[in-house]
């Protein structure tokens, strides 16, 4: 399953990235405002646990989302008062950071493993809604794929890989509803429609009045 492998390219490359922090490192900011590196972490530990309950949640069809249409009202809303930021920040330091790391690594792990053991259109229930564990993998793999892109930020650290960043793509066309430019390669598609980095005067030209729909996911 193409799927499978992309997650476990992204969760082997992201636990790889994780281990390798020390206590310095671990306070570098990010390209998610208000979040340092553990910070990230953290949230990717969390991620990782969602995807382990999900997993072993089996749900009654029919699917309700896609990997492309599960992201029309996935969490991440803007937070102007900074308490989702606040909270990341009190959790993420109350971790020894060895442990952190270790934890998230082995959890993530344990995602692929069980993940390879259930059937790619089995359903499953996660966040109030039901998908197939195919579409379940893609979006974990776009979560991990932008994370990874943000802690790229500040870390001498190379960028997801290939399969990765071609879910990421595909579902970022999904939702823009054609494809982006093919002269835009996929990171900087991937910064540019998740409100990461702002588009030049010619990319606004290319999306025209479809710019206003940026970002489409957060």
């Known amino acids: 399953m193409a799927e499978l492998d992309a997650l476990r390219i992204a969760y082997a490359d992201l636990a790889g990235i994780a281990l390798a922090l020390d206590e310095s490192t671990s306070w570098r900011p990010t390209g998610c405002a208000g979040w340092v590196t553990r910070d990230l ?27 492309v249409t599960y992201w029309a009202d996935a969490p991440g809303a803007p937070d102007p008062q900074s308490r989702g930021i606040r909270a990341t920040r009190t959790m993420a330091s109350a971790w020894r950071l060895a442990f952190l790391t270790a934890t998230y690594a082995e959890t993530s792990a344990a995602v692929v493993t069980l993940a390879g053991r259930v059937q790619p259109e089995e359903l499953i229930r996660t966040q109030g809604h ?11 793999v776009v979560e991990a794929a932008i994370h990874h892109i943000d802690l790229v930020a500040d870390l001498d650290v190379a960028y997801p890989r290939p399969e990765p960043l071609a879910v990421v ?17 996929d990171v900087t598609w991937a910064q540019v429609a998740t409100g990461r980095r702002p588009l030049s005067d010619v990319e606004r030209d290319v999306l025209g009045t479809d710019v206003n729909r940026l970002p489409l996911l957060r």
């Open 169 to 185: 793509r595909r579902t970022l066309d999904g939702l823009l509803g054609y494809p982006a430019p093919t002269d835009w390669d």
């Open 130 to 140: 039901v998908l197939s564990v195919r579409d379940l993998l893609a979006t974990l």
């Open 41 to 67: 972490v953290f949230h990717l530990l969390g991620d990782a646990q969602r995807a382990l309950v999900a997993l072993a949640t089996p749900a009654d069809g029919p699917a309700d989302r896609d990997a």
